[in-house]
């Protein structure tokens, strides 16, 4: 079982905009923003998409975007693409100084 | 650009010692600000974190895993390692190694940045005998 807690799957139609829920506790989101989010395709590594929450490394699309309310974090994706169907994954350290994963959503797009 | 490649046998009997060794090219396993980690998937399945390791020595464990493991950073050789012991079925997985942030600190707490920017192509392990 996961320590954060993500739907198993989404979907949208090229175009719309999806929102992918990430809870925690108030030992991991709850207690920072140190929350992070990674897109894999199959058969790749995960690729970081936001970190501290909101933010976006560089290269990455600004049609993703995250966000975080208590101890709930979500990643959103404006303007559907094909090619945006994958795996997400949030992240979340801990006041423990380990890190938790969620259990991963698997986006399809219609 | 940072490069990470696993390496290590990918058939391990049960009971043994998983070992795998991830090198670091392109840039310095000895930067202050980052730690080098293993995270794990096991077939359809999530990421699962097993550990983290700073150059100079800091490790942090899985809590669900620590009794068994042991990760270690060689900056001669600019790579670091895992051990896992008395390994099971369930230990069959994709392991990658991949860097992440360090420390940050404020009013009081510490946390460690996990966001991981820099990822191998990953290592599968089959535990079988």
């Known amino acids: 079982q996961s320590a954060l807690t993500q739907p198993a799957s989404v979907s949208g139609s090229p175009g719309q905009s999806i929102t992918i829920s990430c809870t925690g506790t108030s030992s991991d989101v709850g207690s920072n923003d140190f929350v992070s989010w990674y897109q894999q395709h199959p058969g790749k590594a995960p690729k970081l998409l936001i970190y501290?929450?909101?933010k976006r490394p560089s290269g990455v699309s600004d049609r993703f975007s995250g966000s975080k309310s208590g101890s709930t974090a979500s990643l959103t994706i404006s303007g559907l693409q094909g090619e945006d169907e994958a795996d997400y994954y949030c992240?979340?350290?801990?006041?423990?100084?380990?890190?938790?994963f969620g259990g991963g959503t698997k986006l399809t797009v219609l | 650009q940072l490069q990470l490649q696993e390496s290590g046998p990918g058939l391990v009997k049960p009971s043994e010692t998983l070992s795998l060794t991830c090198a670091v090219s392109?840039?310095?396993?000895?930067?202050?600000?980052?730690?080098w980690g293993w995270v794990r998937q096991s077939p359809g399945r999530g990421l699962e974190w097993i550990g983290s390791i700073h150059y100079g020595g800091t490790t942090y464990y899985s809590p669900a895993l620590k009794s068994r493991v042991t990760i270690s950073v060689d900056t001669s050789k600019s790579q670091f390692s895992l051990r896992l012991s008395s390994v099971t079925a369930a230990d069959a997985a994709l392991y990658y190694c991949?860097?992440?942030?360090?420390?940050?600190?404020?009013?009081?707490?510490?946390?460690?940045?996990?966001?991981?920017?820099?990822w191998g192509q990953g290592a599968l392990v089959t535990v079988s005998s």
């Open positions: 501290e929450a909101k």
């Open positions: 392109g840039g310095s396993i000895s930067s202050t600000g980052h730690f």
């Open positions: 991949a860097r992440h942030w360090g420390t940050y600190c404020s009013g009081g707490y510490c946390y460690i940045q996990y966001y991981f920017d820099y």
């Open positions: 992240c979340s350290a801990t006041r423990s100084k380990t890190v938790a």
